[in-house]
């Protein structure tokens, strides 16, 4: 298996092209320095990316709080995530950072508020 | 009407407002005060609730409401007075009249001002694409705001026009609510937002981006139904029969932001036609004494980490002139884009028996690889670098001495590809 990765660590933006096996890296080339070969080594075994979305608010005068993943997940439990953020609803006061889901499906990761919210007056 | 006085007022609360004005307080100017329209501090980044903030000024990754969150507290911790809910209607150079929700008008009379008014979006008259008028088209900036801010989602299958950060961020944010992104449609034979985001906003999700494309004609009565989008030659000319009808009931308009200047050019103040912006010297300070400038009203920025720090640089200098700090001018020169540079900020040196070095930003016209960047002074080269490779979505910078400047010369920058 061949797979062409762009790496993204700076703005030069080399192509990256790894060989190998599902769960095994055979070879890589294109990398115009070190930095890319563990950028090019995670997204080829397990790419990982945070996530961020808003979910529910109640008692605030905003209708929505912005919420994110505290550590990247991986990328193919995305959308199985946004479902479980698509049916909370939480209810102000929240401080930055809160933990609103803990170890969300079980990835060692949480659902954290990025935003403070205090009730509405 | 209210009467206000204080040494630095300060027009905008994102992040360009907020670190100049932290940046003023920690200078030593007593009272600072922010200006904010909106209910809440903290500019577009606000709706920006995605990752990608702060990645070299904290070396983190945070989301926008992060990112604004550390500046606005830093800010309250030094000190500084924040008006929200007041729109600064006019000015007469340091005198600000201003309406507020509350206390109806209030005027502020400053020492000095820094602008920091940000961006708004191109849209359609701006851009005239042909068809009728349906209802379903928003600006990819107006639908972030909408789904982030104000739970209301635009639509169920959409066409995105134009390749630039806002609108890949939005692909990929639709993506993820369930709806159905066609396909990112861009004129240029190249992306104008940042690799990073092609990756992770439209590779991800297999989304088709469409180089050398546009939007010919929108269809629909009521609502849109769909686009016809065809191939573009070299003079952005579409090629006859290469149209293709996309169904779609939403289109974004992703087509590039504006700074927001009509207080400064109320005031007479120099504008670059190049960035849109006031022109500037390397303190941030426009062609009216006592007015600074930075962040998105300057010239637009893709990064806000770089927005900090030009913000940080306003606000220190902008506390200097209100406390009577700043050293006589001995001159300037001015700088000026040479080869495939779109446009340099600041856009004149002054010199002064300071001659600090200075930071000079700019843009490439075209991608270009394998390139070297010359400054010259009246046609001498004084510094030279090499890139990888440059883009116009990204700002490059280089630093450079004016110890030896001379009132009256002029610097340009230059970039050519090394074969
Ligand atoms: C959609 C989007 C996505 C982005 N994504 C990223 C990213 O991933 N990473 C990154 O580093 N950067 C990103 N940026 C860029 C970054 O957010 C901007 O460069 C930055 O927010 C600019 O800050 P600013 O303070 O100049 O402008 P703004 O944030 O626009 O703030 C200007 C403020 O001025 C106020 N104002 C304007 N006129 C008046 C007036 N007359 N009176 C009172 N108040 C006034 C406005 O209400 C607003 O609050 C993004 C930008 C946008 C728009
Ligand atoms: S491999 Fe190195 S040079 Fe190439 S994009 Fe990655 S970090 Fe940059």
Redesign the pocket.
């Given at each position: 298996m061949e797979k062409v990765i762009t790496c993204t660590v700076c703005p030069i933006g080399c192509e990256i092209t790894v060989t190998g096996s599902e769960g095994r890296i055979e070879g890589m080339r294109g990398h115009a320095c070190k930095r890319g070969i563990p950028f090019a080594t995670d997204e080829f075994l397990l790419p990982k990316r945070i996530l961020t979305t808003c979910v529910k608010l109640s008692g605030s005068d905003e209708p929505l709080l912005p919420v994110r993943s505290d550590k990247p997940i991986p990328k193919e439990k995305l959308f199985a995530c946004m479902e479980l953020a698509k049916t909370l609803e939480v209810s102000a006061p929240i401080g930055m950072g809160e933990v609103l889901i803990a170890n969300i499906l079980g990835l060692d990761c949480n659902l954290v508020a990025t935003k403070s919210v205090t009730p509405r007056q | 009407m209210i009467h206000k006085r204080c040494d630095v007022a300060i027009?905008?609360?994102?992040?360009?407002?907020?670190?100049a004005a932290m940046a003023a307080k920690r200078e030593g100017a007593s009272e600072v005060m922010v200006?904010?329209?909106?209910s809440s501090?903290?500019?577009?980044?606000?709706?920006?609730i995605?990752?990608?903030?702060?990645?070299t000024y904290f070396d983190e990754e945070l989301t926008?409401p992060e990112?604004?969150a550390r500046f606005f507290e830093e800010a309250s911790a030094e000190g500084v007075s924040f008006m929200l809910n007041?729109?600064?209607?006019h000015m007469e150079a340091t005198h600000l009249i201003?309406s507020n929700k509350e206390l109806g008008m209030v005027t502020v009379e400053a020492a000095s001002v820094v602008l920091?008014?940000?961006?708004r979006?191109r849209t359609r008259a701006q851009i005239q694409i042909p068809g009728s008028r349906p209802a379903g088209i928003y600006t990819?900036?107006t639908a972030?705001r909408l789904i982030n801010r104000q739970n209301v989602m635009v639509g169920k299958r959409v066409v995105i026009l134009g390749s630039g950060?806002?609108g890949m961020?939005?692909a990929r944010r639709l993506t993820l609510e369930g709806v159905d992104v066609v396909a990112v449609v861009e004129i240029q034979e190249y992306l104008t937002g940042?690799t990073r985001?092609r990756v992770q906003c439209l590779d991800d999700f297999s989304i088709p981006l469409l180089l050398s494309h546009t939007v010919t004609q929108i269809v629909g009565k009521g609502r849109v139904e769909g686009v016809f989008i065809a191939k573009v030659d070299e003079q952005k000319v579409p090629i006859a029969g290469s149209e293709q009808f996309l169904e779609c009931d939403t289109l974004l308009l992703s087509v590039g932001?504006i700074p927001?200047n009509?207080?400064t050019k109320s005031q007479g103040i120099e504008i670059d036609p190049l960035t849109g912006g006031p022109r500037l010297n390397q303190y941030q300070q426009t062609s009216l004494e006592g007015v600074f400038a930075?962040?998105?009203?300057?010239h637009?920025?893709?990064?806000?980490?770089?927005?900090s720090i030009e913000?940080i640089n306003a606000g220190t200098h902008a506390a200097r002139y209100a406390l009577k700090k700043t050293h006589l001018r001995e001159g300037h020169v001015v700088c000026t884009p040479g080869e495939q540079v779109r446009y340099i900020c600041p856009q004149e040196i002054a010199l002064d028996p300071n001659r600090e070095e200075v930071t000079l930003y700019f843009r490439a016209t075209v991608p270009l690889k394998k390139v070297r960047i010359t400054a010259s002074i009246d046609g001498k080269v004084i510094r030279t670098k090499r890139a990888v490779r440059v883009n116009p979505g990204e700002m490059e910078q280089m630093t450079i001495s004016p110890a030896a400047l001379l009132d009256g010369q002029e610097l340009t920058i230059d970039i050519e590809e090394v074969r």
């Open positions: - | 027009i905008g609360g994102g992040p360009a407002g907020l670190a200006l904010e329209r909106d501090m903290g500019g577009i980044l606000q709706q920006c995605h990752p990608g903030f702060g990645l926008g990112y604004a007041t729109m600064v209607l201003c920091a008014m940000g961006c979006e990819a900036g972030q950060d806002i961020i939005m940042l985001n932001l927001e009509e207080l930075c962040g998105n009203v300057v637009v920025n893709d990064l806000v980490d770089n927005v913000s």
